[in-house]
C-alpha cells in the first residue's frame, strides 16, 4: 500500500505551552471546538491536554476531560490520544489519572527524565494571557521533567495491560530509544510501536537535519520493521520537519502545543489553520492524507468502540 500520512494535532498543550497566545484553547468548550475543525481539517489523531478553565493552568482532573471528549467523540471519528506528560508539577500519577479513567485508543509517553527550558522565551515576550507565566517560565531554569524508569513501568502497566490502550512514545533524545528498547527487550512493550521523535525543545535533541537522520538510523537498528515514526518540530520548525519527515516515510505532528505561529511574526488562530498548511504541504508532495480508521489498523489500536467516553 501507498505511504499515507498519519497527521496528529496537539491541541492544547501542557505547563511546556503557557497560554502565550489568545488563540490557545482553554476552556472545555475551547479545547473540544478547535478539536473537532482540526479532525475536520484532516488531523487523524488528536493529542489532549486540558486545563483549568478559569487559570489558564494545565489540570489533571479526568471531570476536565469528560467536558469536551464525548463532544469530540460525537464530532468526529478521530483518535483520541491523552497525554500522560501533563506538566513538570504534576506526579506521574496525576499524569495518568485522566487516561485512566477513560481508556483512550492511544496515550502518549515520555521516555526519559530530561532538562526542559522554557526560559528562553522570556525574551521574546513581554504581554502575557496569565499572570504565572513569566514565573514558571524563569522556573523552569532549575526544573527536571522527570519521566524515570519506574514511572514508565507505571504507565505501561496501569494503561497498556489494563485498559489496551498504545503509545506514542515521545522520544526527546538519542537515549529515549534505548530506553524503549530496554523496556521491548523485558516483554513490557509489544512491537510494533509509534515513535514521535521531538526535536527543538532546550535540554533534548536540537531540531538540525542531522538529528533526524540520526534518530531514523538509531530507531531502524532498535527496531527494525517494528515500528513507525513521526516527527515533531518545536516552534519555527514544525513545518519544515514535518516535510522531512513525511519525504522519509514517516508522520507528522502539528498543533499549537508545540508551536504557536502559522508563519513568522503571524500568530496561528487556530490548531486547524495548522493541519490545513502541513496537509497542503503533503499533498503538494503528492503524498496521501491517512483517515482515521487507516491510522488505526497502522497503529494496532484496539477501537473508538472500546474507549470509555
Known amino acids: 500500500m501507498a505511504h499515507k500520512v498519519i497527521i496528529t494535532c496537539a491541541i492544547t498543550g501542557s505547563v511546556h505551552t503557557p497560554s502565550m497566545s489568545p488563540y490557545l484553547p482553554i476552556t472545555p468548550d475551547e479545547i473540544a471546538e478547535q478539536a473537532i475543525a482540526a479532525a475536520h481539517e484532516g488531523a487523524a489523531i488528536l493529542h489532549l491536554h486540558a486545563r483549568d478553565p478559569k487559570t489558564g493552568f494545565p489540570a489533571p482532573d479526568p471531570e476536565l476531560f469528560r467536558q469536551f471528549l464525548p463532544k469530540i467523540r460525537a464530532a468526529t471519528d478521530a483518535v483520541v490520544n491523552i497525554s500522560t506528560g501533563g506538566g513538570m508539577t504534576m506526579t506521574v500519577d496525576d499524569r495518568i489519572r485522566a487516561a485512566q479513567t477513560t481508556s483512550p485508543e492511544m496515550a502518549s509517553l515520555n521516555l526519559g527524565s530530561m532538562n526542559f527550558g522554557l526560559f528562553p522565551a522570556l525574551k521574546r515576550k513581554t504581554e502575557w494571557q496569565h499572570d504565572w507565566e513569566p514565573d514558571f517560565l524563569e522556573s523552569s531554569r532549575d526544573f527536571i521533567f522527570r519521566n524515570t524508569f519506574s514511572d514508565i513501568e507505571t504507565i505501561l502497566s496501569q494503561l497498556g495491560e489494563a485498559n489496551g490502550t498504545r503509545f506514542e ?10 530506553t524503549l528498547a530496554h523496556f521491548i527487550d523485558r516483554g513490557l512493550v509489544k512491537g510494533p510501536v509509534f515513535l514521535q521523535f521531538v526535536l527543538g525543545v532546550l535540554g ?4 538540525d537535519p542531522e538529528n533526524l537522520m540520526h534518530m531514523k538510523a538509531t530507531a531502524d537498528r532498535l527496531f527494525g520493521d517494528q515500528y513507525r515514526f513521526s516527527v515533531l518540530g518545536v516552534g519555527r520548525a514544525q513545518m519544515p520537519f514535518a ?11 502539528v498543533g499549537l502545543e508545540d508551536n504557536l505561529y502559522i508563519r513568522k511574526g503571524e500568530l496561528a488562530r487556530s490548531n486547524a489553520q495548522q ?15 491517512a483517515t482515521p480508521d487507516e491510522a488505526r489498523e497502522m497503529l494496532g489500536l484496539k477501537g473508538y468502540d472500546k474507549v470509555g467516553f
Open 169 to 178: 512514545f515521545e522520544c526527546y533524545d538519542v537515549g529515549h530509544l534505548y
Open 275 to 289: 493541519v490545513k498548511k502541513v496537509r497542503d504541504i503533503l499533498t503538494g508532495l503528492n503524498l496521501d492524507i
Open 204 to 207: 533534548g535533541i536540537g531540531a
Open 243 to 253: 516535510a522531512m519527515s513525511a519525504g522519509m516515510g514517516g508522520h507528522v505532528r
